[in-house]
């Protein structure tokens, strides 16, 4: 800051291009490759021939009812998923915050499935899942809760409750260890005042615990939802879309459609900037929702 | 006095009642790999399904059968290679760009910030067909080594996003004090930033490694050709096939070696990591 001399400034350049030449290649470059893809019709075979033709993909995608099935069916999944994986791990972490010994165990342990991956994680669930498999077994023949068994993974709502477990079972160790560092910045000094204002366990968590984390609840909310969105590896895994395409979601809609089925990377282009969209959306909403509450 | 001890004495046994409970509910599934990965192949498909292998049949078959195949090797050694090539260039790269970006205040470099990490709203497999393309222009296809600029591309703004927190929190003084000795940019870079930095490099790396260790979907988009040019999460998914049986036991005795490294750098690293997670999550 002191010295502004040539050399400086030729050597801050010189630290900042390979990050930027790689980072602008590989991941600006395809977002701005990607919006204009959106606009032609091109197919992976004649990729670089690229006819304008306007509006026409973003048409075809609203028109798409296999569209609209992957859509509800992302909706559902972040819907269903964000939510119980914040809760769940808050619940652990206000857990851990009140006890001494073992924390760290319960912590690594509980913290185990966010570092195991999603390909192998997939896999156990889709075994653990099959018509013939434990869970079937465990309901139908050891407490007898069910009659037959489910066929989980042949079905719309199966496949994605399926894919809904895992992602929960998946996502909770990283809310406990977010919300449990938030928790443990929490003033002790303001539990006291409760405590003098004779306020129960749920009054303290409501009235002291929630809005002193509201900032990390936002964080959490909003990565949680662009994680949802980007539910893919597990559906591919799981059900493959199956059956019929009625377990879609918008990634692997989108993935079949540029790699499998007619090649379509202009109707992929615009179901992608479809999605980005929505979460940029998403994004503002939550930081306005989270924002009204301040005053 | 007494009751308020025993209600203290009751809230803990509570805590710890719940947690054991959920943590051994959530342990099951690996529990269950681990033991289908050490039964027989063949009793994969018996009814009633086991979730511990029978007394006496426990077999390390799948495991030999994974060993003994050299495809397998070279999977693992191409996550390797890509895995600590990335982590390398991304240590490199993202604490260059945060230590420009923490360190020389400026509006072109708050807009360089804004800007980068405004990219991370967006999903990074939405990106996957104009990556494609870009790397089939580029000759990329078919190369174990094609990944890792996408990889690097794809952890610098997280990595770059951390490691700046880092570099803003060096003390003026110290780096004050370099300059008067007439360090240059490049010196003060290499000496003084990046030793200091050097803890959310490393948290950084950990999640580097994670992540270039297990992505799939690029992976197996761009390497499609030969069993030798894969890395291990499509070398596990390749037995998971739609139709036939599917090989349980191959396929979780190779998760299983897969997740060792996983587990130990982990376990290891355990306090990095936490340190790392938190950093982003609780300032807001």
Known sequence: MITRSRMNRAQIIALLAPGLIVFGLFTVYPIIRLFMMSFCGIKLETMFVQPFCGLDNYVHVFSDPTFGTSFVNSIVYTAVTVPAQMALGLFIAILLNGIRRFSVTFRVINYLPVVTSWVIASLVFKYVFQTEGLLNYFLRTVIKVIPKNVKWLNERWGGMTVAMILGTWKGIGWNMVIFLAALQQVPKDLYEAADIDGCGAWKKFTHVTLPAIRGTILFAMVELTIGGFNVFTSIQMITGGKPADQTQTLLTWMYKNAFSLDHDIGYAAALSFVMAFTLGLLAVVQFRMMRSRDV | ?284
């Open chain 2, 1 to 284: 006095m007494k009751s308020r001890k025993f209600a203290k004495i009751r809230s803990a046994a509570i805590r710890y009642l719940l947690l054991t409970a959920g943590t051994v509910i959530f342990a099951l599934p690996m529990v269950y790999m681990i033991s289908t990965s050490l039964r027989p192949n063949g009793a994969l498909y018996e009814w009633p399904p086991r979730f511990f292998p029978k007394p006496g049949a426990i077999t390390f078959e799948n495991f030999e059968y994974i060993l003994d195949q050299k495809k397998f090797l070279i999977n693992f050694l191409n996550s390797v290679f890509v895995s600590v090539c990335t982590v390398g260039l991304a240590a490199f790269v993202s604490s260059a760009l945060a230590f420009v970006i923490g360190r020389f205040r400026s509006r072109a470099t708050k807009l360089l910030f804004a800007f980068i990490i405004i990219t991370m709203i967006i999903p990074g497999t939405t990106m996957i067909i104009p990556q494609f393309t870009l790397a089939k222009r580029f000759g990329l296809i078919d190369k174990i080594w094609g990944l890792i600029p996408f990889y690097v591309a794809w952890v610098i703004p997280f990595s770059t996003f951390m490691i700046k927190g880092f570099m803003e929190n060096i003390p003026d003084e110290i780096v004050e004090a370099a300059w008067i000795d007439g360090a240059s940019v490049f010196k003060v870079y290499t000496r003084v930033a990046m030793p200091l930095a050097a803890p959310a490099i490393a948290s950084v790396s950990i999640f580097n490694f994670l992540t270039a260790w297990e992505e799939y979907p690029w992976a197996v988009t761009v390497l499609s050709k030969s069993e030798e040019l894969r890395t291990l999460p499509i070398a596990i998914a390749g037995f998971n096939n739609q139709y036939g049986n599917v090989q349980w036991g191959y396929l979780f005795a190779l998760s299983v070696l897969c997740m060792i490294p996983v587990v130990i750098i982990f376990i290891l690293c355990q306090k990095f990591f936490i340190q790392g997670l938190t950093a982003g999550g609780v300032k807001g």
